[in-house]
């Protein structure tokens, strides 16, 4: 059952590595949705950071 499984993720995954390698359109969407989630990531990665720095300059404010 496991390896039924595991065969059939592993040819999913390359029918859809040559679908989005052999389709303009796909390569884009593919592309898109990257600098997309990369963006959303820097910018919470960006409200992480500040929210850090103003709580450590808020810890020495009460020292």
């Known amino acids: 059952m496991e ?3 595991c065969l059939g993720l592993m040819l999913g995954a390359v ?6 390698a052999n ?3 796909a390569r884009c969407l593919v592309k898109k949705s990257q600098s997309e989630l990369t963006q959303k990531v820097n ?5 992480k950071l500040k929210a850090m ?6 810890k020495s404010a009460q020292n």
């Open 23 to 25: 389709s303009y359109k």
């Open 53 to 58: 720095s103003e709580g450590n300059s808020e």
């Open 3 to 5: 390896k039924v499984f």
């Open 15 to 20: 029918g859809g590595a040559l679908l989005t």
């Open 43 to 47: 910018e919470l990665m960006d409200e």
